[in-house]
């Protein structure tokens, strides 16, 4: 069974200051990506990252994928409080019809 | 363009009942999938459906079932309703079956409450 551990789990910060997102695991994917929930709605994807290595920016957002790819994270710099939800990483790996998800990161960014 | 439409956004339903959630996928969109949230976690697949055939099922007791239409719609069912199936149910539409190639567009999910 892959799994998928996010940290941290809960996330407190004053706008402007910076943060980082990290989802780790023992298995190999063959692209992981990451989603923005709000409540009650479904995740939103932000980004899939395929290649070992690959960083990819969003606005105040960057993404990497590790050498390995069995991790990754997400930093947000000068966080606002429009960034505020549950970000989750999802791998996807075999045939790459399903999505593996971590328990999230549930963060507040307080004005 | 409409997202991904389900149906119904929530639902109270008493333990050993049944229940039928739907899904319309995105126009175009051939693949749906279906995902439990459980509060407080990440969502679980549940199942894949491309070209009306499954092609993906997760680690679920065989109460859960699904079918995809011929006009790509998908119908999830859950038979002998227990407690711990009270949750956001997550239908995601994409255009193949492969994720890295076509990603995911999730619906807003219904909200299964078992009592």
């Known amino acids: 069974t892959q799994l998928l551990e996010q940290s941290p789990q809960f996330l407190s910060i004053q706008e402007g200051e910076n943060l980082t997102v990290y989802c780790n695991s023992s298995?190999?994917?063959?692209?992981l990506q990451w989603y923005r929930q709000e409540p009650g709605e479904g995740p939103v994807l932000l980004v899939t990252?395929?290649?070992?290595?690959e960083v990819k920016k969003l606005k105040r957002l960057t993404f990497q994928f590790g050498d390995a790819r069995k991790d990754s994270s997400l930093h947000i710099t000068a966080a606002q409080p429009g960034d505020t939800g549950l970000y989750l990483c999802?791998?996807?790996?075999?045939?790459?019809?399903?999505?593996?998800f971590g328990s999230g990161t549930q963060l507040t960014v307080l004005p | 363009d409409a997202g991904v439409t389900q149906s119904p956004t929530h639902l109270i339903k008493t333990r050993g009942q049944h229940v039928t959630l739907r899904c319309s996928p995105i126009s175009g969109h051939k693949s749906v999938s279906w995902y439990q949230q459980v509060l407080g976690q990440g969502p679980q697949f549940i199942f894949q459906y491309y070209e009306k055939e499954e092609r993906g099922r997760g680690n679920f007791p065989d109460r859960f079932s699904a079918r995809q239409f011929p006009n790509y719609s998908s119908e999830l069912n859950v038979n002998a309703l227990l407690l711990g199936d009270s949750a956001l149910y997550l239908c995601?539409?994409?255009?193949?079956?492969?994720?890295?190639?076509?990603?995911?567009?999730f619906g807003s999910g219904t909200r299964l409450t078992v009592v």
């Open positions: 995601a539409s994409s255009l193949g079956g492969r994720i890295v190639d076509y990603g995911y567009t």
């Open positions: 298995s190999v994917f063959s692209s």
């Open positions: 999802a791998g996807a790996s075999g045939s790459a019809r399903q999505l593996t």
């Open positions: 990252v395929v290649t070992g290595g």
